[in-house]
């Protein structure tokens, strides 16, 4: 299973394994106890800059969160940087030989709201990345620029 429930399932996991409660990794986090709860509860998406963050504190993978991997070893701390999300997606675009139009119609969002996704100006909605991740079977770790492509 891939999407919002595995990412909940493993937050809580992981969540679990530290000995931690939800007070704490929300601190953690820098976010709420309510917002936390939500993740880890699958009412909302974590966003992927909160996701990266639960990656680096905790050294697991973003793949192992989202369920495309069994493993829970990370590679390291990485910033995020809206820059390497951008280029990669404009690498997995033009690798899938999809206009900017066919992603945008494949994730129901707009051509400028791609453009802006892949001159990093904004960053890439969480729900989108894994849509694209499900749909064409590549690391949420490469897009993020957590590791090399394979």
Do not use: P
Not at 96 to 109: G, H, I, P
Request: proline letters at 0%.
């Amino acid at each position: 299973m891939l999407g919002d429930m595995m990412i909940a399932e493993r937050l809580k996991d992981i969540r679990i394994e530290n000995d931690l409660t939800q007070t704490q990794i929300a601190k953690i986090l820098n976010t709420t106890q309510n917002s936390y709860n939500r993740w880890e509860n699958n009412v909302e998406l974590i966003s992927l800059k909160k996701l990266t963050r639960v990656c680096n504190y905790f050294n697991t993978s973003m793949d192992y969160l989202v369920g495309i991997t069994r493993n829970n070893i990370g590679n390291g701390k990485h910033d995020f940087n809206y820059s390497i999300v951008g280029n990669n997606i404009k690498i997995f675009r033009k690798d899938n030989k999809l206009s900017q139009k066919d992603l945008a119609t494949l994730l129901n969002t707009s051509q400028s709201t791609i453009s802006a996704y892949e001159a990093g100006k904004t960053i890439i909605l969480t729900a989108f990345a894994l849509e694209i991740v499900k749909k064409y079977n590549i690391s949420l770790d490469w897009l993020f620029g957590r590791k090399e492509k394979s």
